[in-house]
Nanobody, 125 residues
Framework: QLPLVESGGGWVQIGGSLRLSCASSDYNFGDRAIGWFRQAPGKDYEGISCISLNGDTVTYADSVGGRFTISKDNAKNTVYLQMNSLKPEDTSVYYC??????????????????WGPGTQVTVSS
């Protein structure tokens, strides 16, 4: 299991945008799907998005509505999460994680077996 590294977090104004990156050292993402999770203070991990290995299937949590977009760049071995129209409730530590399979089997943490260290996103005025 080679490292997953998130980047792109930081502070952003309400209504602003931010793009997170998840870089994998494994070729072809280790033949796995990649998901994004977040954990706000005092709350459980929330699975917010996932993209299958082939990129033919993506999932989103209801909480992000149509504001977030997941994508991948195989040449750079990187998965992105574009976040638009950010709200204070989006403030969380964001993690990317490698799924147990090449498809997105579910949004629970048990469906993922390897995690990055996380990156903080803070949304405020």
């Amino acid at each position: 299991q080679l490292p997953l590294v998130e980047s792109g977090g930081g502070w952003v104004q309400i209504g602003g945008s931010l793009r997170l990156s998840c870089a994998s050292s494994d070729y072809n993402f280790g033949d796995r799907a990649i998901g994004w999770f977040r954990q706000a203070p005092g709350k459980d991990y929330e699975g917010i998005s996932c993209i299958s290995l082939n990129g033919d299937t993506v999932t989103y949590a209801d909480s992000v509505g149509g504001r977030f977009t997941i994508s991948k760049d195989n040449a750079k071995n990187t998965v992105y999460l574009q976040m638009n129209s950010l709200k204070p409730e989006d403030t969380s530590v964001y993690y990317c994680a490698r799924a147990r399979y090449s498809w997105c089997s579910g949004s629970g943490v048990g469906e993922f077996d390897f995690w990055g260290p996380g990156t903080q996103v803070t949304v405020s005025s």
